[in-house]
Every structure is written in structure tokens, then in C-alpha cells.
T-cell receptor, first 113, second 115 residues
Framework: AQSVTQLGSHVSVSEGALVLLRCNYSSSVPPYLFWYVQYPNQGLQLLLKYTSAATLVKGINGFEAEFKKSETSFHLTKPSAHMSDAAEYFC???????????FGAGTILRVKS | GAVVSQHPSWVICKSGTSVKIECRSLDFQATTMFWYRQFPKQSLMLMAT?????????EQGVEKDKFLINHASLTLSTLTVTSAHPEDSSFYICSATDRVSYEQYFGPGTRLTVT
């Protein structure tokens, strides 16, 4: 079975500060890992994904994530937060690309001016 | 880029009635479509996996007779909520996997409110 744990249901940062959203996974097979962003009353937008190639994955809007097998982690970072980054972020795991996803509980990011 | 649409985007219905939600892949063919449900302030939970031309596979705890899924073509899957009750009120999101690239794309979601 696969599962995802997102530490911190709410994260608050100042504009221009580092964003760090934590994700730990559990998987009996090599995982495919994803980060999605959701704005209120909208669907999901893919930020980035790990598919067993490079462990440091760069995504859209300046986000990146590093796959660390030893720590079973896939934390999302952005060097400098922007007001438009305020949204809910979901980490997800699957057995292969295009397969069903298991989502974490989500982290709401608040950006203070 | 690839687009997945859902119709309607929101619907209000009375308790006991049935509601159909459509999920379409607009510019690609989808081998598989997934239906998720998201309750307020909660995460997405997979309801079922839909493959074209075959019966859907439901997750544990999801009533297949209540949530009817039909995947009639490589670009269309429908979810029918039968005899809807207020506790079925939720945000329903579909996703579709491109049969060529295996990339998965999400629809914008359908807000269902049962009164």
C-alpha cells in the first residue's frame, strides 16, 4: 500500500521568504511522486513530478523538490514566496505515471505581505 | 496543453434525485479516467478507476450502485450519483490519462450540492 504524510496543515511565510512544504511517503515499490496546487473551487495543477530520473526536480513557478529515498521524503521548496503562491498544495504518490494517485491531506500556504 | 473538461461545473439537486457528471478529454484519448471526491477542507479521495469499454473498479467503501460510472469512449466518462442525499454534497474531480504519453490531467471539478 502507498500513503503520503504532509507535515503541517497550514504554513505561513512572508513574501520573499523561503517556502518549504514537507511530504513523506510510504511505498512498497519505487514511487512516482507529485506535487499539485489547488486554488479555491478549482481543479488541480501539476507543479512537478518525480519519475525515477533526476532526484532534484524543477517545476513551474520556481518550485522544486528533492527526492530522498533514505528519508522517504519529497519536500517542496521555493526560494522566494510570492503573494500568488497562496493556495493549497497536495503531495501525491502512485505506482507509475498515469496511474491512480494517493494524496496527502494537503497544506494551505499563506503568504504575508 | 492537454485539457480535461467537466460538466456541469456546479449543480444543485433535491434529495432523492440523480445527477450525471461528464468528464471529457478534449484533445487526447484517455485509456483510463479516475474519479475523486473532495469534501470541504479535506484531501482528494479516489472513488473509482474507469477504463474504456469495461466496468469501473471501485475503491473500498464506495457504493457502486450509488455511484454509476460509464466510460463509453476514449474521451468520455460519466459519473451518475443516484438517489442523491445531502451527505453526497462534495466536489467531484476527474482525471484522465493520455494513452500515448501516460500523463495524467485533471478536470476543473464539479461542485454538487444536494438539498
Amino acid at each position: 500500500a502507498q500513503s503520503v504524510t504532509q507535515l503541517g496543515s497550514h504554513v505561513s511565510v512572508s513574501e520573499g521568504a523561503l517556502v518549504l512544504l514537507r511530504c513523506n511517503y510510504s511505498s512498497s515499490v519505487p514511487p512516482y511522486l507529485f506535487w499539485y496546487v489547488q486554488y479555491p473551487n478549482q481543479g488541480l495543477q501539476l507543479l512537478l513530478k518525480y519519475t525515477s530520473a533526476a532526484t532534484l526536480v524543477k517545476g513551474i513557478n520556481g518550485f522544486e523538490a528533492e527526492f530522498k529515498k533514505s528519508e522517504t521524503s519529497f519536500h517542496l521548496t521555493k526560494p522566494s514566496a510570492h503573494m500568488s503562491d497562496a493556495a493549497e498544495y497536495f503531495c501525491a504518490v502512485s505506482r507509475q505515471n498515469g496511474n491512480k494517485l494517493v494524496f496527502g491531506a494537503g497544506t494551505i500556504l499563506r503568504v504575508k505581505s | 496543453g492537454a485539457v480535461v473538461s467537466q460538466h456541469p461545473s456546479w449543480v444543485i439537486c433535491k434529495s432523492g434525485t440523480s445527477v450525471k457528471i461528464e468528464c471529457r478529454s478534449l484533445d487526447f484519448q484517455a485509456t483510463t479516467m479516475f474519479w475523486y471526491r473532495q469534501f470541504p477542507k479535506q484531501s482528494l479521495m479516489l472513488m473509482a478507476t474507469s477504463n474504456e469499454g469495461s466496468k469501473a473498479t471501485y475503491e473500498q467503501g464506495v457504493e457502486k450502485d450509488k455511484f454509476l460510472i460509464n466510460h463509453a469512449s476514449l474521451t468520455l466518462s460519466t459519473l451518475t450519483v443516484t438517489s442523491a442525499h445531502p451527505e453526497d454534497s462534495s466536489f467531484y474531480i476527474c482525471s484522465a490519462t493520455d494513452r500515448v504519453s501516460y500523463e495524467q490531467y485533471f478536470g476543473p471539478g464539479t461542485r454538487l450540492t444536494v438539498t
